[in-house]
């Protein structure tokens, strides 16, 4: 089976299955590709005359890769590679993914079996064909009176020619979806979230998303812990999932905490002061200055703060974010060495009376919720750094002591601008507000 050519000026993805049950007396051609031109090969038997690239199983059931580059009066060998070690699928009558990708530069080519990266190495010299005939299933070359040799006389099935590299991630999907298992990619955040609170049969009524803001890469669904699902999906957006104690599941997507209003502001002369004293501490514990990112099948970004390290040594942080656009990949690392550089202080507990204010009993039946961003004023000059802070609430506890008719909340914040999600540049307004993306 013909279906034209391929060129590797702009790179090229093939796909196929392929399934055989016993060792063949010769080697079967999977794909191969010769030349339209009339050629006379010397040195080369019939074959391989106009050959410029082939890909069979041997006799003893191994993958062989080969490329070529036409010459003058012969065919030169610029690339072969011969599986090391078969694992049988030349003889065990199961279905195979085979791909076979040539990248951009003419150079570099992968070849990937039932999803897996077998080997990725680069030609002695840059392809460069003329127009040829892709044949799946023979080696196929009537200008030269080759009308078919090596053919494959077992299963074959969904060839796929791609004028293009596919990634590593898509190769995985393909083989993914057509080995039975779903693969679900290029939808955003909440259509996922929706889909594994489906899934885990999540009452709508027990659900509270907001809007998407991120296209995530694809997943392989079967076998995955709903739970799980949920929390890779929140943070590979840069949101947050949890549960807000009324039964609900709620996700927060990373504008959530983008120069959030201030939703509440405590006080004395408020009647919603500290029930104990505040202890401020200074959080040296989360210093990153070595921040490295990657993507599932993409780069990895690295930043790095050479004066933070000189004061604290290395802190290193990686993340990994399943999202599809290098860009946000980018930002988030940028973001994170931007913030995390130098200590800051924080309040890991703080308690407030809800008996004697109305404010408080608003704060502990949902009027502030992890995220949200509040103000304390009236902080005593001799502990707290300024009289007034902005904080980000990262834990709330309710405690209620029914015989004692005590109700308190106990919040555990952080600096209001210090909120572990990324945003475009640094650009300031001010002194105060950032753009955030």
Do not use: C
């Not at 201030?262 to 104990?276: D, H, R």
């Not at 502990?383 to 008719?405: C, H, Q, S, W, Y």
């Not at 999600?421 to 650009?427: E, H, L, N, R, Y």
């Amino acid at each position: 089976m013909s279906f034209g050519y391929v060129t590797p000026s702009t790179g090229f993805t093939i796909e196929l299955w392929f399934k055989r049950d016993a060792q063949e007396a010769q080697a079967q051609t999977l794909v191969s590709q010769r030349t339209q031109a009339s050629v006379n090969w010397p040195t080369q038997q019939i074959h391989v005359q106009g050959r410029q690239f082939a890909v069979e199983i041997t006799a003893t059931g191994a993958i062989v890769v080969a490329f070529l580059n036409e010459a003058t009066n012969t065919g030169t060998s610029v690339g072969q590679w011969t599986d090391p070690s078969p694992a049988g699928y030349g003889t065990d009558n199961q279905w195979h993914h085979f791909a076979l990708r040539v990248m951009s530069n003419k150079t570099t080519y992968a070849v990937f079996l039932d999803g897996v990266k077998l080997v990725e190495q680069n030609t002695t010299v840059a392809l460069n064909w003329k127009p040829g005939f892709l044949t799946f299933g023979a080696q196929y070359s009537p200008a030269v009176g080759n009308w078919g040799s090596y053919i494959w006389n077992k299963w074959f099935s969904y060839f796929a020619v791609y004028q293009k590299p596919l990634t590593d991630n898509r190769i995985f999907e393909h083989f993914t979806a057509g080995s039975g298992g779903t693969v679900y990619y290029g939808d955003d955040e909440v259509t996922r979230l929706t889909r594994i609170a489906d899934w885990a049969e999540v009452p709508d009524q027990s659900r509270e998303f907001e809007y998407a803001v991120t296209t995530l890469q694809g997943i392989q669904v079967d076998g995955t812990n709903a739970l799980t699902g949920f929390q890779d999906t929140a943070a590979s957006a840069g949101g947050l999932v949890f549960a807000d104690g009324q039964s609900r599941l709620v996700y927060h997507n990373r504008r959530h905490r983008y120069n959030r209003w201030n939703v509440v502001t405590l006080g004395e002369s408020l009647q919603s002061a500290p029930e104990v004293g505040v202890t401020f501490t200074i959080d040296d514990e989360n210093i990153y200055n070595d921040i490295r990112g990657d993507r599932p099948f993409g780069a990895t970004v690295r930043v790095t703060d050479d004066v933070s390290k000189a004061a604290h040594g290395r802190k290193t942080f990686t993340f990994t974010l399943s999202v599809t656009t290098h860009e946000e990949l980018q930002n988030a690392v940028a973001w994170l060495a931007a913030q995390y550089r130098y200590p800051r202080v924080r309040v890991s507990e703080v308690e407030f009376s809800a008996e004697t204010s109305d404010i408080i009993q608003w704060v502990g039946t949902g009027g502030v919720t992890i995220g949200d961003h509040l103000t304390l004023i009236e902080l005593p000059g001799e502990a707290a750094p300024e009289g007034t802070m902005e904080f980000t609430v990262e834990k709330i506890v309710l405690n209620v002591d029914i015989r004692n008719r005590k109700y308190t909340v106990g919040m555990s914040l952080s600096p209001w601008e210090l909120n572990n999600v990324f945003q475009v540049g640094m650009s300031n307004l001010g002194n105060q507000y950032k753009i955030g993306f």
